[in-house]
């Protein structure tokens, strides 16, 4: 019999995974390209062709036994380590060195290694509604309490009042995740700024230690020369995790790294423990071949412009067919308002059109939806009609 503990997750799992067979089940009857599916946050720009460059290279070039042997630091190798503090110094203005970086298996491990880093059992941590699903199961597995602050759907920034008082002598951790998934809004320096002082003003009030986690995948993601702001820079106990999945569209690699900045408190045994808990997790080393392929790559980037495009069509489209969204700054989704109370009536409404969407539920935010518009053009030109009849049934025009 399967863990207690298991029997929710894989109860809420399968909603995603029904998903997903919903989408090949309608692309077997209908054919692939007459089915619209904005489900997923998988990368359809190619991976830059450096990365293809440098695995050849690397594979030409490398002792085997080096280059697929376990690395001799849990944190990944040293020169890596060292590359991508180097870099992010040229771009934020930062002092990183190579002690300060953890390889990770992905964001979805760095995050992992993080809260098993922070979280004793009871421990809360905060996330801003909407908010990327796994962070619930994330700091599950570390027996913590995630506590939601209610989205603000005027421009979902944040509701510091209410992030405010939600902050307990048990809060240890923040998740922020800007550019956003769900919403693709970014997160202001002024509102950055602001959290930062309330964490500061609650950390002396309780007496206590509140790391800042900053997820971000997309940081690369976004569009109109938007700025994201590097989080180090304004509160000292901050911890960044980063990934490569989306910015050079590796997903399936599992390849970034976490950023622990000396600032930090007691950044030593934070260092030290990250690299524990990467063994202890069972990743044991982020993937070897992957690290020196990202260290050959930092300065590549993917071809913003295609997502850029589909961004600015699917956004015209659906405002034009009476939907009601805010335009994304960075990232790949679009967060529109369900034009029923129960999203996912609307969801199911979609499927009639071969329309997959996301419910916002599922990033606790309901009455919404997300699409997901790293597809092809075709996929977005060829859904506009569809959404006009879908659109139709609730007369939004
Ligand atoms: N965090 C957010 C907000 C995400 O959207 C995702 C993936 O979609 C992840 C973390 C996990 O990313 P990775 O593939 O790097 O583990």
Known sequence: MIADKMKNMVANSSAIRAMFEEGNRLAQIYGAENVYDFSLGNPNVPAPDAVKNAIIELLEDSDPLILHGYTNSNSGYEDVREAVAVSLNERFGTNFAARNIVMTVGAAGGLNVILKTLINPGDEVIAFAPYFGEYRSYTNNYDGVLVEVSPNTVDFQPKLDEFAEKITPKTKAVIVNTPNNPTGVVYSEETIKKMASIMEEK??????????????????????????????????????????????????????????????????????????????LGFVNAPTLQQKIVARCLNEKTDISYYNRNRETLYQGLKDC????????????????????????????????????????????????????????????????????????????
């Open 203 to 280: 950390e002396k009030e309780f007496g206590t230690e509140i790391y800042l986690i900053s997820d971000e995948p997309y940081r690369e993601l976004v569009y109109d020369g938007v700025e994201v702001p590097y989080l180090t820079k304004y509160y000292h106990n901050t911890i960044v995790g980063y990934s490569y999945s989306k910015s050079l569209s590796l997903p399936g690699e599992r390849i970034g790294y976490l950023v622990i900045p000396d600032e930090v408190t007691d950044s030593g045994d934070v260092q030290s423990a990250a690299n524990v808990a990467t063994r202890i």
């Open 322 to 397: 009476g939907f009601e969204c805010i335009k994304p700054e960075g990232a790949f989704y679009l967060f529109v308002k369900s034009p029923v109370e129960d999203e996912k009536e609307f969801c199911a409404a979609g499927k009639k059109y071969n329309i997959l969407m996301v419910p916002g539920s599922s990033f606790a935010c309901p009455g919404y939806v997300r699409l997901a518009y790293c597809v092809s053009y075709e996929t977005i030109v060829n859904s506009l009609p569809k959404f006009r009849e879908l659109s139709k049934e609730y007369q939004t025009k």
